[in-house]
């Protein structure tokens, strides 16, 4: 009898010790609470059409922010995006828009000559800029002669350039202040057709040129200008190129997104390439992975002392209901040397692997990664040198409306926003502890710890403690398994 209790329990004792040991499947780290992090508004500060931050900026001791919203709204409804300032980042107050009549698309900020002007986008209508002085309504400055809709503004020699898309191609318009902007001449090639490539804000420079890229011109690339009043189209003989977008200037070189149709599938698909003079264009390797589909969504470059760095979001070669069930999206960081060789940036790639959305930005000497993963988390992360990251922000939100989460750098703020095109605008902010005299490693946010206090990195390494554990549970079988063999002579012998 005593054989049988004691076989039983061996065999619980080890199952028990086999399940334990058991290898689990690779997961993220634990979510920290938003320590630190505040919340501003859900909802879209109580009006859902209000679906995301279109621009954050800090001006004279103030705090202003312009929502986005959907066209479905502005179509059935008399809905407008709203425009917010605030003294501290926490209480804040609706600027009066009565000089803006129209309905109101989103919001762009732009300083020029001392002064913050917003540029509202309009559903329909003139393109005019407005004033904006704390405490407030916003006044009057200048409006234009079309239905005109902000693109970009750069500041050159002394003289502001804005960008606009219309019905009847592009525009540049130049000054130093709003009441003195002209209409500048362009090439006589640009096409009805033609737009600003969205997503730019501003112009890249390089060797002397201020560079901005377009979309709709057959073989056009880019817009260039040395001075703001000339303007030159640069083309290249690819084929099938559809739009363009500069992304970053490294080791000499400019590197340009294009989207390329492929006339045989109708396909877009995006490629990176770079140029020394801008002449000669030589496509990039290492940027595609055929593993993770031949479409990529986006690609983002940012170059960070030393590295080049990537960002590639892939869009799957099939519907948003069939992805999450047979392929879900996929994300990469990656960096390099020469703008050729790739490699995953280390510390963080194993962490992305649900991934599904990143974006790249560089505040306050460091960088920061938002990324919008499968799992229904949304992160923040944070590094000073490019080869540690830390996480810094995490949250749950499986929303199925979900759009995008964004960050903007205003004033001593870090804030995150969440776009939901159903839910409304969510808005959270950091304080972030930055000054002239800090290095990196001062400078550097706090992590989170799995409670969400403050706490600093132990430095443990989670591999080595796998491995101790799993010597331990061995010699702990080894023990109990001779310990019992021998209580069982003994009670044969007895």
Not at 51 to 73: H, M, P, R
Not at 105 to 132: A, C, E, T
Not at 299 to 305: C, E, F, M, P, Q
Request: glycine fraction near 8%.
């Amino acid at each position: 009898m005593k054989k049988i209790v004691l076989t039983v329990l061996l065999c619980l004792l080890l199952g028990w010790l086999g399940i334990a040991s058991t290898p689990s499947p690779p997961s993220l780290a634990p979510i920290p609470a938003p320590s630190g992090w505040t919340k501003v508004f859900d909802s879209g500060f109580n009006d859902v059409r209000q679906i995301c931050v279109s621009d954050l900026t800090y001006f004279e001791g103030s705090y202003f922010l312009g929502f986005q919203n959907s066209i479905d709204s502005l179509q059935s409804s008399a809905s407008s995006a709203g425009l917010l300032t605030s003294a501290n980042a926490s209480d804040w107050q609706t600027v009066d828009l009565t000089q803006s009549s129209q309905q109101v698309i989103n919001h762009r900020f732009v300083i020029m000559d001392g002064s913050l002007y917003d540029l509202p986008g309009y559903w329909r209508g003139k393109q005019v800029m407005l004033k904006l002085t704390p405490g407030n309504a916003a006044a009057l400055a200048a409006t234009f002669e079309s239905d005109q809709h902000f693109a970009f503004s750069q500041e050159i020699a002394g003289q502001w350039v804005l960008g606009f898309n219309t019905p009847a191609g592009v525009e540049i318009w130049q000054g130093k202040t709003p009441e003195t902007l002209q209409q500048i001449d362009l090439p006589l090639q640009l096409s009805q057709a033609a737009a600003f490539t969205s997503g730019q804000t501003g112009m890249l420079q390089f060797e002397g040129n201020y560079l901005v890229g377009l979309s709709g011109v057959k073989g056009g690339m880019l817009l260039s200008t040395q001075d703001g009043s000339n303007w030159q189209l640069l083309t290249t003989a690819m084929d099938g190129i559809s739009a363009a977008s500069p992304l970053a200037v490294y080791n000499g070189q400019l590197f340009v997104l294009i989207q390329n149709e492929e006339h045989n599938t109708g396909q877009s698909v995006a490629l990176v390439v770079a140029s020394g003079d801008l002449l000669r264009w030589q496509p990039i390797s290492g940027l595609t992975n055929p593993d993770h589909g031949s479409d990529q969504s986006q690609v983002d470059l940012l170059a960070y002392d030393p590295w080049l760095y990537a960002v590639l979001n892939y869009l799957p070669e099939h519907s948003y209901t069939q992805q999450h069930l047979t392929n879900p999206p996929i994300a990469e960081l990656l960096r390099s040397t020469d703008g050729q060789d790739w490699e995953a940036v280390p510390d963080i790639g194993s962490q992305l692997t649900n991934a599904h959305h990143l974006r790249l930005y560089q505040f306050n000497d460091g960088l920061y990664l938002t990324s919008s993963d499968y799992d229904g988390y949304d992160r923040v992360w944070y590094s000073v040198d490019g080869n540690t990251w830390t996480q810094i922000y995490g949250t749950s939100n499986t929303s199925a409306s979900l759009m995008d989460t964004r960050l903007f750098q205003a004033g001593d703020q870090l804030f995150h926003v969440v776009c939901d095109r159903n839910a409304g605008a969510s808005l959270t902010r950091y304080p972030l502890q930055f000054g002239p005299a800090q290095t990196r490693e001062s400078a550097a946010p706090t992590a989170q710890s799995d409670n969400g206090s403050q706490a600093q990195n132990s430095g443990k390494n989670p591999t080595y403690t796998a491995v101790l554990w799993v010597i331990f549970r061995v010699f702990l079988i080894i023990f109990l398994f001779l310990a019992i063999r021998k209580f069982s002579r003994k009670g044969n012998l007895n």
